[in-house]
């Protein structure tokens, strides 16, 4: 049997985040080195106003799922597998130790600039809860029909689907939506993230990668935009890069996961999202959050998990 460590996406972020992780040794030690790359304290990414900022939140998000990994990793227990949802999946790569941290800092920084520049306001992501796939691109063609932009960004479970772009036209898609009875919510995500709208920006943010040493991985990474697994430098460099402007396949991923043998999903921090996703694809395994749970738990779930058959 095996295990996953999955890492959320934007839309989890709360503030104090990082405030609110134990300051021991490591944790102290990866801020400063966190804050060196960047040229500024990380520690001031966390306020409900630095939280406003693309840029900010994908930075603390890294550093979060980034930071509860080390503290498992300090009682020498490692996944089997890592994947995540968007700029969860940088996390999943630092992890695997397909980058350094440093390196992973100084990118998803000019990943989260990228992002906001391009779309500083009037754009985002709603989820669409109770509806197929199938319905909700009927529900964007016809929106689209009428120069709407809005496209699928994420397939979270076969009745969640995640929805980006124009605001006016995601709420075209939603009033259409309402009318079959379907529940939505706007996601505290400022930029349309995963679809066409951000090529462009990947592409630049590819450019930069070219300049950063990726190692193969050490764990075995799932990319939840192809829910397959990969392994080499190239691969996982191609599917950073490109994950902003790639639809989030994370049920497909979760999905694979269970095939090969996953038995165990552990969602690091923050947020406990992923945890209820997988909950029915795992019926017969364990779904766990770091969040909420406590630390020698974890480690009595990974245990077990490692010396069953």
Known sequence: MSSLWVYPGQGVQKPNMLHDLPHDDVVQSYF???????????????????????????????????????????????????????????????????????????????????MQTAYPTGYGM??????????????????QQQSGQVYVANINAA??????????????VVSLAQLQGVLAKRLQVSVPSHCELLEQQAQTLAQAMQEVEFKTAKIRYLSSSTARLM????????????????????????????????????????????????????KEGSVMAFQGTRLDNIMIAMQQQKESV
């Open 32 to 114: 400063s080195r966190a804050s060196q790359a960047l040229g500024q304290d990380v520690l001031t990414l966390d306020t409900p106003e630095a939280l406003q900022s693309t840029r900010a939140v994908q930075l603390c998000l890294l550093i979060a799922g980034v930071l509860s990994s080390q503290q498992l990793l300090q009682k020498q227990l490692k996944p089997d597998y890592v994947a995540g949802l968007s700029i969860g999946a940088w996390a999943a790569a630092v992890v695997a130790d397909v980058l350094s941290f440093e390196d992973a800092v100084r990118l998803v920084a000019l990943r989260g600039e990228l």
């Open 126 to 143: 709603t989820a669409i809860i109770g509806a197929s796939r199938t319905q909700v691109e009927h529900w964007i063609n016809q929106v």
């Open 159 to 172: 009745n969640q689907i995640v929805i980006s772009g124009e605001n006016a036209a995601m709420q075209d």
């Open 231 to 282: 392994m080499s430098a190239s691969q996982i460099r191609q599917d950073l890069a490109g994950n902003m402007a790639c639809i989030v396949e994370w049920e497909s991923t979760v999905q694979a996961a269970w095939e090969r043998g996953v038995r165990l999903q552990l969602e690091l921090l923050p947020g406990t999202v992923l945890t209820g996703l997988a909950r029915r694809i795992f």
